[in-house]
């Protein structure tokens, strides 16, 4: 038991009624979360028994960000959209692999919107390495449901956010205001069961997570806080933002993606990376930064643009922020 009556081991669900309590909608929240962990039990057998089932590689196809779309890709976003939909409480779903919103339903129970990356990391897919998954939760404005206008509001107005892993082991966490915690999945019987009941960063940090092959390309600011980083912290970077972000979470650190001159604003996406992760690194007592502002304050002109990360410990955020823009 820890001291919020959570007990290790217990299952998701259990969890997921006792921190809802009356809080929120509980029926909302407690079905989008419970069908996000439906699908994530789907896509990890998916993932494990992709190369026996001639599911790995790419599907020849190029989506409407220029990039190869991998058959996990298509697998993880009809996995998503049929367990969000089947819950019954979402309305409107935005995806990477979507160019346009896609309303999955209406009515009165439906008045959450999901913004997400089913898989992120797609190029670690075909080499066995980490990919996740990436879910922002917000309430529908039901005056502008499926519009492109539903969703541009600021990542503080979101309602909880989620990502799994399929790493070592497949691990769900969520945060809902004021809390974080984390849950693995137990393939004797598919359930997900309590494993980080409270997931705060911590203050002693160890890692920075960046793309070192970029560090030619960045502006000297930007240089002097990586040569900063690089003196006080242990290089480790995946590749896979879910597992740069979760590695610094658990264990403290940071994950820094500026912009270059290859992406100018920034290579990750602001309303389906940046905002869910954001949320949950604040949650857990960490910060996040587009260099300029709070990842959780800028006001979104569309559903895929990207924007500069720089995520997790609070403090190393500042320091970063500090000598990046000094
Ligand atoms: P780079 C994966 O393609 C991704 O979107 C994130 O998951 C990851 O952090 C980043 O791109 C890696 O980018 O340029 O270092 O390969």
């Not at 991998?70 to 309305?91: A, C, M, P, R, W």
């Not at 039901?142 to 309602?159: A, K, M, R, W």
């Not at 006080?232 to 264990?251: E, T």
Request: include cysteine; hydrophobic fraction near 35%.
């Amino acid at each position: 038991m820890n001291n919020n009556g959570n007990i290790v081991g217990q299952r998701l669900e259990v969890c997921l009624k006792s921190i809802l309590g009356t809080q929120y909608n509980q029926d909302g929240l407690y079905g989008i979360i419970s069908a996000i962990a439906l699908g994530a039990t789907k896509l990890h057998y998916k993932i494990r028994f992709s190369a026996l089932e001639d599911t790995l590689g790419a599907t020849g196809g190029i989506n409407l960000h220029g990039e190869q779309v991998q058959k996990l890709d298509v697998e993880g976003t009809n996995i998503f959209l049929d367990v969000l939909q089947n819950s019954g409480y979402v309305s409107v779903v935005g995806c990477e692999e979507l160019e346009n919103l896609k309303v999955v339903g209406s009515g009165s129970n439906r008045s959450y919107t999901v913004l997400m990356d089913p898989i992120d990391g797609s190029s670690n897919i075909d080499v066995a390495v980490s990919i996740g998954s990436i879910f922002g939760i917000w309430f529908t404005d039901n005056n502008s449901q499926g519009t492109d206008n539903s969703i541009l509001t600021p990542g503080n107005q979101q309602v909880a956010a989620v990502y799994t892993i399929y790493g070592s082991s497949t691990v769900l966490v969520f945060a809902i205001s004021g809390r974080v915690v984390g849950f693995t999945l137990d393939p004797t019987d598919n359930t997900f069961r309590l494993t980080h009941p409270e997931i705060l960063i911590p203050d002693k940090c160890k890692y920075y997570s960046t793309n070192e092959g970029n560090f030619p390309r960045l502006d000297p600011p930007m240089q002097r806080a990586i040569i900063d980083l690089r003196n006080n912290y242990s290089l480790r970077y995946v590749g896979s933002l879910v597992a740069d972000f979760h590695r610094n979470l658990i264990s403290g650190g940071i994950f820094v993606y500026p912009t270059d001159p290859e992406y100018p604003t920034g290579k990750l996406r602001l309303m389906y990376e940046a905002n869910p992760l954001s949320f949950i690194a604040c949650n857990a007592g960490g910060d996040s930064s587009s260099g300029e502002m709070s990842i959780l304050d800028i006001k979104p002109k569309s559903l895929h643009q990207r924007t500069p990360l720089i995520i997790g410990n609070k403090d190393i955020v500042a320091r970063t922020v500090e000598i990046m823009t000094s």
